[in-house]
């Protein structure tokens, strides 16, 4: 089946630390790998996806790239500020018209 | 424009009533998702609709819930004989296409409390 296994948080970093956060999938066919945001108060938003192996998705200083090889999807930012503290979910989509599968989402906060 | 608009974005409501929960996607979005989100987890599926069909209702966790889409726009999720189980954040979500590589915009969501 489909599945998304992410990094338990939570993660507390200081501002201008190196940030990664785990993902890893498990998919049929050839699926579609992205990063959702969630800022305090606010909705879910896309901040970077990947549509075939080795692509790499990048956004707000924000990269992923897509390993078919290790079926991970890891989220990385050289140097985190406060206002990226949010909670961040790994997801795919892996059949036409379907639904995503999301993690459990990972929640980061970053001080000053 | 628009962004998904979800109303109400509180429900508080007793076990045992009825609720409706509304969704208004994207202008021109064919697809149109409903996911809900426990405390801590992420979203699960619960139905999508391509038009005005239910393309998909395997996520539903039951006959109580029921979701239609009757003019292919605003989707409405109905929940009947609500339980305290029930409690959790309700999102939608629309998309302009159903292709895998579709982004998904989501809405800010409706928290349902059953007391």
């Known amino acids: 089946g489909n599945s998304v296994t992410q990094m338990e948080g939570p993660v507390t970093l200081s501002e201008e630390a190196f940030l990664t956060i785990n993902c890893t999938y498990t998919a049929t066919g050839y699926p579609s790998l992205f990063w959702y945001v969630q800022y305090p108060g606010e909705g879910l938003q896309l901040l970077l996806k990947a549509t075939k192996a080795d692509d790499k998705g990048s956004n707000k200083g924000f990269e992923a790239t897509y390993r078919k090889e290790t079926t991970s999807f890891h989220l990385e930012k050289g140097s985190v500020q406060v206002s990226d503290s949010a909670v961040y979910f790994c997801a795919l989509s892996a059949l036409t018209g379907n639904q995503f599968y999301f993690g459990t989402g990972t929640s980061l906060t970053v001080i000053p | 424009g628009a962004g998904v608009s979800q109303t109400p974005s509180n429900k508080v409501t007793e076990k045992g009533k009825y609720v409706e929960l509304r969704c208004d996607p994207i202008s021109g979005h064919t697809a149109l998702y409903w996911y809900r989100q426990s405390l801590g987890q992420g979203p699960e599926f619960l139905i999508y609709f391509q038009g005005t069909g239910a393309a998909d209702d395997s996520g539903l966790p039951n006959d109580r819930f029921f979701a239609v889409r009757p003019e292919g726009s605003v989707s409405t999720l109905k929940i009947q004989r609500t339980e305290r189980g029930d409690s959790a954040v309700y999102l939608c979500?629309?998309?302009?296409?159903?292709?895998?590589?579709?982004?998904?915009?989501f809405g800010p969501g409706t928290r349902l409390t059953v007391l």
């Open positions: 979500a629309s998309s302009f296409g159903l292709a895998v590589y579709n982004e998904q915009f």
